[in-house]
């Protein structure tokens, strides 16, 4: 279990929902799964939404690539490990 020490830095909160998690499998990577998996969580869900992973993940190229922007950082703390996170969100108005 991790820390509760977390750091937001994000001021906006009409965001829309969040993309908690979201995996393919690598066989599929560049196929449009990610983009289609997305695309179908809006059109149930709404144009807004939110999402944060690790500063070092692959995937922040995908998110990047699907035009959400980044907004901010999310930190915490797991086993003693400070780890940073970065936040997109599909709308900055």
């Known amino acids: 279990m991790h820390s ?7 001021q906006r909160q009409d965001l ?33 939404y939110w999402l944060y992973t690790w500063i070092e993940n692959e995937s922040n190229q995908f998110y990047q690539k699907l035009g959400l922007v980044r907004c901010g950082q999310f930190d915490f703390s797991f086993n003693g490990k400070l780890i940073a996170n970065h936040v997109y969100t599909s709308c900055i108005e």
Do not use: C, N, P
Request: glycine share 12%; charged share 30%.
């Open 16 to 48: 829309g929902f969040e993309v908690e998690k979201l995996y393919v499998l690598r066989r599929w990577h560049g196929k449009g799964v990610g983009s289609q998996l997305i695309t179908a969580a809006r059109a149930d869900l709404g144009e807004r």
């Open 4 to 10: 509760s020490e977390q750091v937001f830095t994000i």
